[in-house]
């Protein structure tokens, strides 16, 4: 029996896949698109998992900011969806890849039926060298955007969700910053990185403070909480800057960049 390829789940957030405009940020998402084809031909199993839909469709429907109302939400969602994985097909099968979407909800994984069909898809996909293209499914599921009890929060929960179900050897999220500091460095010149982190703790949260950039719904206290379960899984998993998509080669080849939650 053939050994099971290194398997690798990458999440990328709207901080990086947009400019300041609110516009598609096309030469980075060109970037990871061509780093991570380049990741897959090196052998190994990528997953995408890919925010985003909202704040493309919102600027492609000349809405004057990120909508309030649930179902102009819902609408943005579904159109800078489409518009997002237009872009993705474009760019990976520039470089010989293919590509599928895959929109999740809650129900999805607390079903064990559906779970264990979006495993067999996930598996299928992976084993014909297709690359997986994930996020929530915005536009059906309100819960997920709105509800105080949505199961992923915000697409760094899904990532780890993702990483689970599929077995993951390793999760990297893309952030807008280098990793996971001692304290915000957007307010503290005098901040640290650390590289490594083995235990997630209380004290550890207290660090990760509250949300994001404006563009995006999640800061680093979403990312930690992606961290907090994957790790319990077994699954080592990295915070790095998504600006340098190119930092990805340097995690592959098991060099240090950004910070490092190790696997319980």
Not at 20 to 36: A, D, H, T
Not at 66 to 83: F, I, L
Not at 94 to 101: C, H, L, N, P, S
């Amino acid at each position: 029996m053939s050994q099971r390829k290194n398997r690798i789940v990458v999440k990328v957030g709207t901080s990086t896949l947009t400019n300041e405009n609110g516009c598609s940020n096309l030469r980075r998402i060109e970037l990871l698109s061509r780093v991570l084809s380049d990741i897959q031909n090196m052998g190994n199993e990528v997953i995408l998992v890919s925010s985003g839909a909202i704040a493309v469709g919102a600027n492609k429907m000349h809405l004057p900011g990120k909508p309030k109302e649930m179902r102009m939400k819902q609408a943005a969602a579904a159109v800078g969806q489409c518009e997002n994985m237009f872009l993705y097909d474009k760019f990976f099968g520039e470089y010989g890849k293919t590509v599928a979407q895959i929109l999740l909800n809650a129900e999805d994984i607390r079903q064990e039926v559906k779970k264990e069909n979006l495993a067999n898809t996930f598996g299928a996909l992976l084993e014909q060298n297709v690359i997986p293209i994930v996020n929530e499914n915005d536009s059906v599921s309100y819960t997920e955007i709105e509800s105080e009890e949505k199961l992923f929060g915000d697409n760094d929960m899904l990532s780890a969700v993702v990483s689970i179900l599929c077995q993951a050897d390793k999760l990297i999220i893309l952030s807008d910053i280098d990793g996971f500091y001692d304290r915000d460095p957007r307010l503290y010149k005098n901040a640290k990185l650390i590289s490594e982190i083995t235990e997630i703790t209380d004290e550890t949260y207290e660090l990760a403070g509250g949300a994001g950039s404006r563009r995006g719904t999640g800061g680093m206290r979403t990312k930690l909480q992606a961290a907090d379960l994957a790790t319990a899984q077994g699954i080592d998993t990295y915070v790095i800057n998504g600006s340098n998509p190119s930092l990805l080669y340097d995690l592959i080849e098991g060099k240090s960049v950004g910070t490092r939650f190790r696997a319980g």
